[in-house]
């Protein structure tokens, strides 16, 4: 019987881990994780903001397994789990899948998280640059192999490939409705990894804009079919309004906290120090080693970087970090920019051209029809989007747009 071990977490109360878990927890590359702030330095506007991509992982573990287990308790759900052929001893192995891919989906985090995304090098085919997704995919099909399907816990013969087929990894050729149904818990619109972060973000800033009912949220979560009769995961129709307010919470916290105008900045400043000491370095052209050289990638966290900035080796962006000396924003559009703030962005840029100056282009995706969550009426299955009017509202783009200059 495997031992099973408990940590304090803020948001869950207790985590349970069993001793596979904890070995790679233990793992160097897993501890890196400590060394890379959940929002890069989002500290320099909120103090609080501290927190890790460590801690985050084991959160997205907690939740996603909490999820998992209230849509298997579910009568329809089990009904559709025994349409797949899985039975209770698969049951336990997709949870111990889903358990593992929540674990891992952020360990090849680069330095300050998504602030250093653009620094990974370009793809061999193409101008599109490889992403953190690409990275945690190699380091688990590599690194962690052999604690993962070696491990004497590993009764249910769980493989790196089922790992890693959750993370969206396009190598793996199954197509096994039964694992392929659990991707939703660690990459859609409602799923672990959101839902951990906009609880753990708001109780470590202080600030109450990302906060949600998550126990009524995992309480309605079930499984459904869809018209062509494929197993999806769902929210019942008694829960849909806590669906709509994870939407709407993470649109709050995206442009009170996320899009904030010195925290922009910021990514900015530390996106050009990185830049500068990688160029210095002579070795990486201005970007991370790709991930066939994770022995040479998995060196850089955020302590390294900061010991160069703190040596000088980040010119004017490392001082203007160390100093708290940001750019200042002179104008700012609205979310979504009109004609009159493009002609005057125009003119800032004519007005400034011969001065450091830097315009910033925040965007992102507040709901996607392609991934729409699903509410199930017993009937069948709607789309939130057809149910709340609030988040139809929400499905174009947003980019918002800051000029800033050298104060």
């Not at 897993?30 to 501290?50: E, W």
């Not at 109450?208 to 197993?231: F, H, I, Q």
């Not at 002579?282 to 160069?308: G, I, N, R, T, V």
């Not at 009159?340 to 925040?362: C, H, I, P, R, V």
Request: hydrophobic share 35%; charged share 30%; glycine share 4%.
């Amino acid at each position: 019987m495997s031992k099973i071990k408990k940590i304090r977490d803020v948001v869950y109360g207790f985590v349970f881990l069993d001793e596979q878990e904890c070995a790679i927890i233990d793992h160097p590359v897993f501890q890196r994780l400590r060394r890379i702030k959940q929002l890069s330095l989002t500290d320099m506007v909120y103090p609080g903001a501290t927190h890790t991509r460590f801690e985050h992982s084991i959160g997205v573990m907690q939740m996603a397994s909490d999820m998992y287990d209230s849509i298997i308790s579910k009568k329809p759900a089990k009904e559709i789990l025994a349409s797949l052929s899985l039975d209770e001893a698969g049951i336990k192995k997709y949870r111990k899948i889903v358990r593992l891919a929540a674990l891992l989906h952020d360990i090849g985090h680069a330095p300050f998280s998504h602030a250093g995304e653009d620094l990974m090098p370009p793809l061999p085919t193409g101008h599109k640059r490889y992403k953190h997704e690409d990275y945690s995919i190699e380091i688990i099909k590599t690194i962690f192999k052999e604690l993962i399907e070696c491990h004497e816990s590993n009764s249910y013969s769980v493989t790196v490939d089922e790992v890693t087929a959750l993370l969206g990894d396009s190598k793996v050729r199954s197509k096994a409705a039964r694992l392929l149904l659990w991707r939703e818990l660690i990459s859609g619109q409602l799923d672990a990894d959101r839902a951990d972060y906009l609880l753990r973000d708001s109780i470590h800033l202080g600030v109450s804009y990302g906060l949600y009912d998550r126990s009524r949220l995992v309480s309605c979560m079930t499984l459904a079919k869809t018209e062509t009769d494929d197993p999806a995961i769902a929210i019942e129709a008694g829960g849909w309004h806590v669906a709509e307010s994870l939407v709407i919470a993470r649109y709050q916290m995206f442009a009170q906290v996320y899009f904030h105008k010195v925290r922009r900045i910021y990514d900015h400043h530390i996106y050009m120090a990185c830049k500068e000491i990688l160029k210095k370095a002579k070795k990486h052209k201005e970007c991370y080693p790709p991930p066939s050289k994770l022995d040479e990638y998995l060196k850089y966290d955020d302590w390294f970087m900061y010991s160069q900035i703190i040596t000088g080796k980040a010119s004017s962006s490392g001082d203007i970090i160390c100093n708290r000396k940001h750019y200042k924003c002179i104008y700012e559009t609205q979310v979504r920019p009109t004609e009159t703030d493009e002609s005057k962005l125009l003119e800032l840029k004519a007005t400034y051209s011969d001065q450091e100056s830097y315009l910033d282009e925040a965007h992102t995706s507040w709901y996607k029809l392609d991934k729409d969550i699903k509410i199930c009426d017993g009937n069948g299955m709607q789309p939130l989007s057809e149910k709340s009017d609030i988040v139809k509202s929400m499905t174009e783009k947003p980019c918002q747009k800051r000029f800033y200059v050298i104060r």
